[in-house]
């Protein structure tokens, strides 16, 4: 057989390279150049392969990190999705549904996580709540203090471009809207 130098069947030695030889079979079985080649015999036989103890999983019985945690007593109303059995350890009680986007939660919740309705009846108790909210600080004679609110000193400070070509679009549309408006009437 030609020596070669590259991948290219040009690439043949002008003369062969002499020295060096290829083992035999019966030399391959009981050859261990484990110490001096890494990966050496990954292709053994298992009984004679090096790494065979470690392919085996670690038998861990029972055992857990952490103890089971107490479950949590739920004083008020949780929602849980339908897919799972029961209540996770540990919830949230700071929102408690009530009102109509409370309804409208306790009809999501009726859904599969996996439906459309279960979040698009969410993201509608979600805009609910908001005018929920908003209502119920006008019945207490509070100001909404909505820059605060929709996060807009935050907005500002972080990113004014985009403030301002908000703010440029809105008011182009409004007079947009204005000269539409202007345009009916004559």
């Known amino acids: 057989m030609d020596q070669r130098v590259g991948s290219s069947s040009r690439d043949i030695l002008q003369r062969p390279v002499p ?15 484990a110490g001096e080649i890494d990966g050496w ?8 392969r090096p790494g065979v103890p470690r392919d085996k999983a670690p038998e861990i019985g029972v055992e857990s990190l952490y103890p089971p945690l107490p ?5 008020i109303k949780i929602h849980k999705s339908t897919e799972h059995g029961k209540l996770t350890p540990v919830f949230g ?5 009530r009102g109509l986007s409370g309804a409208l939660r306790d009809r999501a919740y009726r859904y599969s996580e996996g439906r459309l309705p279960h ?19 006008l019945m ?13 000193t935050a907005r500002w400070r972080h990113d004014r471009a985009g403030v301002v070509r908000k ?9 947009a809207v204005m000269a539409l408006r202007r345009s009916r009437r004559r």
């Open 41 to 48: 015999g990954s292709d053994l036989d298992p009984a004679r």
């Open 140 to 152: 207490c004679l509070r100001l909404p203090n909505l820059p605060k609110e929709l996060g807009l």
């Open 93 to 97: 009680t700071s929102c408690p549904p």
């Open 19 to 33: 020295g060096g030889h290829s083992p035999t079979t019966e030399q391959r079985r009981t050859l261990d150049l």
């Open 119 to 137: 979040w698009l009846t969410l993201l509608l108790a979600d805009r609910v709540n908001v005018v929920e909210d908003l209502a119920g600080d």
């Open 71 to 75: 479950q949590q007593p739920a004083r």
């Open 167 to 175: 703010a440029a679009i809105a008011g182009l549309c409004v007079v």
